[in-house]
């Protein structure tokens, strides 16, 4: 066989591996809630997937049918950010499809970027979020995490469903903290490590 067509032939089978890989192979997926604040100032928990394949670090998001703030996107640019300095590894070689549906719920990238990066943490290192656990707090450039709205509403909501502890920033003022059920606890952390090692413990 002629060395030229022999190096074109193996450059094809290369190439050929690698769209197959990132179209058919998955790295990772998981399903996961995020507190949320219903059109009606209830709280609610939304439903969200997450699915990771090899690529080029690009992030899709899905938001049909779904009333989502526009800082969704940065807010999850920033939790891939913390998830890679946690995991020491360069994300940059994976793109992520995020999808969510709200169901006329009103969701705010901001309020769930710690919860964002847990969930990134988890698909990479096969940890699964606590189910008992949820989370509310928004991420700062300085990895540590700020105060969200709604959240008398969201803590009651994660009780409601089944949740017994809820993780929000050492910064976070809860109003009615007195007047909310006893069953859940609540945990506060000053940054981002902090909370994903919470969520996965």
């Given at each position: 066989m002629n060395k030229k067509i022999f190096l074109l032939f193996i450059l094809t089978l290369g190439i050929l591996s690698f769209l197959e890989g990132y179209f058919s192979s998955s790295s990772g997926?998981?399903?996961f809630y995020a507190p949320a604040i219903t059109t009606n100032n209830a709280g609610e928990?939304?439903?969200f997937s997450l699915a990771v394949k090899p690529g080029f670090g690009r992030v899709f998001v899905n938001i049909e049918?779904?009333?989502?703030?526009?800082?969704?996107?940065?807010?999850?640019?920033?939790?891939?950010?913390?998830?890679?300095?946690?995991?020491?590894?360069?994300?940059?070689?994976?793109?992520?499809?995020?999808t969510v549906n709200a169901n006329?719920?009103?969701?705010?990238?901001?309020s769930a970027g710690a919860l964002f990066?847990?969930?990134?943490?988890?698909v990479f290192t096969g940890k699964q979020l606590n189910q008992k656990t949820e989370i509310s707090a928004m991420l700062a450039s300085n990895d540590s995490l700020l105060p969200v709205d709604g959240i008398d509403e969201k803590i009651l909501a994660a009780y409601v469903a089944g949740k017994t502890r809820f993780i929000v920033s050492s910064q976070q003022n809860i109003p009615n903290q007195n007047e909310l059920?006893?069953?859940?606890?609540i945990i506060r952390v000053d940054n981002v490590s902090q909370a994903v090692s919470e969520m996965l413990s």
């Open positions: 997926s998981l399903t928990l939304v439903p049918n779904t009333q989502f703030a526009s800082d969704v996107q940065q807010s999850f640019l920033l939790a891939r950010s913390d998830a890679e300095k946690i995991l020491g590894v360069n994300l940059n070689n994976y793109d992520f499809y995020l006329g719920g009103s969701v705010s990238g901001e990066t847990s969930a990134i943490v988890s059920p006893a069953g859940i606890q």
